[in-house]
């Protein structure tokens, strides 16, 4: 019998963690396999997942950019093949933020591993304040609804009933065939969702060209509040996730599109990631760092 997958996809801080979490509760169950893709080059969602206790099955990492990407399909299809020889029934992808899961089933054709997988559904995680702002100037997420058959509208406690009515109107008229839904709908029974052959033959918007920057921070001197003014001010900043040290003291830092998630911690696993425009990693690095 294939292994199912499901894909889980949307952008840098949607919510695509927390909607990881929930589907591991819902297959709770079942032997499962956990293939998660940072944009960074160091992984940081299954670091947080491990601290938390909250996996305990097959999980393997690919960082530095996009599975979809050219740049790591090679990683991407070395990580299914070993995935494939474990007793996994299911396999939770998720994606990094800049993903466009376009062609996946091509991709499983042309490694030869449709044999072994089934595509179950494709769920996009989607912000109805940030994931929205930046509709209209990355190309990315729009891509990601139309490759996707369940679109989860996250962070609803954040945003406000005309964000979310708007956020609804754009989603349908990107993909009328998504099923847009306020909470993880059960998957458990489903069969996997019939696509056309426009939808099969979709290609990766992901390419080298097109691919943000990234960097790392250990530590920095000065007030915390004072650095994350800096990094909120900066318009071509798009995610920071992960461990700082400031003041002799180590934090969990993650934007959620509006604030900032704080948690102080006893040690710090691995450094802050920032991820940023192409082209603008010098200047984002000397404005925050002014």
Same mark, same amino acid.
């Given at each position: 019998?294939?292994?199912?997958?499901?894909?889980?996809?949307?952008?840098?801080?949607?919510?695509?963690?927390?909607?990881?979490?929930?589907?591991?509760?819902?297959?709770?169950?079942?032997?499962?396999?956990?293939?998660?893709?940072?944009?960074?080059?160091?992984?940081?969602?299954?670091?947080?997942?491990?601290? +938390?206790? @909250?996996?305990?099955? !097959?999980?393997?990492?690919?960082?530095?950019?996009?599975?979809?990407? #050219?740049?790591?399909? /090679? *990683?991407?299809?070395?990580?299914?093949?070993?995935?494939?020889?474990?007793?996994?029934?299911?396999?939770?992808?998720?994606?990094?933020?800049?993903?466009?899961?376009?062609?996946?089933?091509?991709?499983?054709?042309?490694?030869?591993?449709?044999?072994?997988?089934?595509?179950?559904?494709?769920?996009?995680?989607?912000?109805?304040?940030?994931?929205?702002?930046?509709?209209?100037?990355?190309?990315?997420?729009?891509?990601?609804?139309?490759?996707?058959?369940?679109?989860?509208?996250?962070?609803?406690?954040?945003? +406000?009933? @005309?964000?979310?009515? !708007?956020?609804?109107?754009?989603?349908?008229?990107?993909?009328?065939? #998504?099923?847009?839904? /306020? *909470?993880?709908?059960?998957?458990?029974?489903?069969?996997?969702?019939?696509?056309?052959?426009?939808?099969?033959?979709?290609?990766?918007?992901?390419?080298?060209?097109?691919?943000?920057?990234?960097?790392?921070?250990?530590?920095?001197?000065?007030?915390?509040?004072?650095?994350?003014?800096?990094?909120?001010?900066?318009?071509?900043?798009?995610?920071?996730?992960?461990?700082?040290?400031?003041?002799?003291?180590?934090?969990?830092?993650?934007?959620?599109?509006?604030?900032?998630?704080?948690?102080?911690?006893?040690?710090?696993?691995?450094?802050?990631?920032?991820?940023?425009?192409?082209?603008?990693?010098?200047?984002?690095?000397?404005?925050?760092?002014?």
């Amino acid at each position: 019998m294939r292994k199912k997958i499901v894909t889980l996809c949307g952008f840098l801080g949607s919510g695509k963690t927390t909607l990881l979490r929930q589907l591991l509760d819902q297959y709770s169950d079942y032997k499962i396999g956990i293939l998660l893709n940072d944009f960074g080059e160091i992984p940081i969602d299954g670091t947080i997942l491990r601290e +938390s206790g @909250e996996i305990q099955d !097959e999980v393997l990492e690919i960082g530095g950019g996009s599975i979809f990407c #050219a740049c790591l399909k /090679d *990683s991407f299809v070395k990580a299914l093949i070993q995935m494939s020889k474990t007793e996994a029934e299911i396999v939770f992808i998720e994606a990094s933020g800049m993903a466009d899961p376009a062609g996946i089933q091509r991709l499983l054709e042309f490694a030869r591993l449709d044999t072994e997988y089934e595509p179950l559904c494709t769920i996009c995680a989607f912000d109805p304040i940030k994931s929205m702002k930046l509709s209209h100037v990355l190309e990315v997420i729009p891509r990601q609804l139309r490759a996707s058959d369940y679109v989860i509208m996250t962070k609803a406690d954040l945003s +406000s009933e @005309e964000q979310k009515a !708007e956020a609804r109107a754009y989603i349908t008229k990107t993909n009328e065939a #998504a099923v847009i839904c /306020d *909470s993880l709908p059960t998957l458990q029974g489903m069969t996997p969702r019939q696509h056309t052959e426009t939808f099969i033959s979709l290609s990766s918007f992901n390419t080298p060209d097109n691919k943000p920057e990234s960097f790392t921070i250990e530590s920095v001197n000065g007030s915390l509040h004072d650095f994350l003014g800096r990094v909120s001010a900066d318009e071509h900043i798009l995610r920071v996730k992960g461990y700082l040290r400031c003041d002799e003291q180590v934090f969990f830092i993650s934007d959620n599109g509006t604030d900032y998630e704080l948690k102080e911690c006893q040690s710090q696993p691995v450094p802050l990631t920032v991820i940023c425009m192409r082209g603008t990693s010098e200047l984002v690095k000397e404005r925050i760092f002014a």
